[in-house]
Structures are given as structure tokens and as C-alpha cells.
């Protein structure tokens, strides 16, 4: 898979606060992070959310295969679904067991899978015989 990338100004999880570093460090908005990343159903449903209505952030994010995708599955859902940024998602993620971390990391690969069969598809086709 190729690396796409966006100037940081056209993300949307930069537009939407997701690096927002003046949001008061509430411990409201941690354990409302928590919520969802320990939540395996709700935390898909908002992935997909995210993956489907910020593509360029999906993109920038899930075709950088060396990058950690599982984390910014967890921060992106949580800014786009909460309104928290990826510092206060690191602190909820510290507050999570080891199985609810498990269980997260087993939504976000699933997420990726569906990113990269989807990523695949866009570009099936397009051989060598499409070039002349």
C-alpha cells in the first residue's frame, strides 16, 4: 500500500481539535474516553464513522503502514465522537486493563482491514493496459 498524504490544513481531525492542546484535562473527558474505547461495539461503529466521513484524515492516517493505526483509530474516534483530543485519549487509554486494551486493538485491526480491502478495491483494475 502507498503512503497518500494532505497538507495538515485539509485533516479533519486537525480541523476538529483532535490536536487541541488547550482543552481543559478533565477527568470527565478521559472517562468519557475510556467509555468508548472499552466498548468494543459503539468504538466500530464510531471507526467506521470516522474512516467514512474523514477520508483524508483516514488516508493520511491508514495508508502509512509503519505509522501506529491502531492509536489513531482510538484518538481520531474519540475526538470525532467525544469532541477530546489524542492527549486526553492517551490518558484514557492508561486507564484501561490489559483485556479492554486487547479488545480496542482488536476493533481498530478490524477497522484497518476494512480501510485497506476498501483501499484495495478503489485501485483494482488499474494495470498496465489502462496506461496507453
Not at 492542546?21 to 474505547?37: N, R, W
Not at 480496542?104 to 489502462?130: F, S
Request: hydrophobic share 40%; aromatic share 10%.
Amino acid at each position: 500500500m502507498n503512503k497518500i498524504s494532505y497538507p495538515y490544513h485539509l485533516w479533519e481531525d486537525f480541523i476538529n481539535g483532535m490536536f487541541n492542546l488547550s482543552h481543559p484535562s478533565t477527568d470527565s473527558a478521559i472517562e468519557q474516553a475510556k467509555g468508548l474505547l472499552s466498548d468494543p461495539e459503539t468504538f466500530f461503529k464510531v471507526g467506521i464513522n470516522v474512516m467514512d466521513d474523514w477520508p483524508i484524515s483516514s488516508d493520511e492516517n491508514l495508508s502509512n503502514v509503519s505509522a501506529n493505526r491502531r492509536a489513531w483509530i482510538g484518538q481520531a474516534s474519540c475526538c470525532y465522537w467525544l469532541g477530546v483530543p489524542e492527549t486526553l485519549t492517551r490518558k484514557a487509554w492508561g486507564r484501561l486493563s490489559h483485556n479492554e486494551k486487547a479488545l480496542a486493538n482488536n476493533v481498530a485491526d478490524k477497522i484497518i482491514k476494512i480501510y485497506e480491502t476498501r483501499n484495495r478495491n478503489i485501485h483494482q483494475g488499474l494495470g498496465i493496459e489502462m496506461l496507453f
